[in-house]
């Protein structure tokens, strides 16, 4: 049975950085494309980053281009986000997953959704 389980978040101070990754067990890592999103309270889910299954296309929403990258590492079966230049807006529980259509900012996942982890940029 497949698994996905987020970790990396905490709390930091804006302009700060994180880095978040995400152990994927059960499927074949290296055949699926991957991507991060996150949901902040009383928001509806949101579109953060994706990254093709070789990691070489990789996309971003509009709010985090330019401070977040995201990668992978086919060996370990793990994806990775990390985050710089990190804003109050930033905060919100991400979560990985496999996007349902890649290429475009959706907010869909073909798998079941692991429990995140939690990120909050305060002073």
């Known amino acids: 049975q497949e698994q996905l389980v987020e970790s990396g978040g905490g709390l930091v101070q804006p302009g700060g950085s994180l880095r978040l990754s995400c152990a994927v067990s059960g499927r074949t890592f290296s055949a699926y494309h991957m991507g991060w999103f996150r949901q902040a309270p009383g928001k509806e889910r949101e579109f953060v980053a994706t990254i093709s299954w070789n990691g070489v296309s990789r996309y971003y929403g509009d709010s985090v281009k330019g401070r977040f990258t995201i990668s992978r590492d086919n060996v370990k079966n793990t994806v990775y986000l990390q985050m710089n230049s990190l804003k109050p807006e930033d905060t919100a529980v991400y979560y990985c997953?496999?996007?349902?259509?890649?290429?475009?900012?959706?907010?869909?996942?073909?798998?079941?959704w692991g429990q995140g982890t939690q990120v909050t940029v305060s002073s």
């Open positions: 997953n496999t996007p349902s259509v890649f290429g475009v900012p959706t907010t869909e996942g073909r798998f079941y």
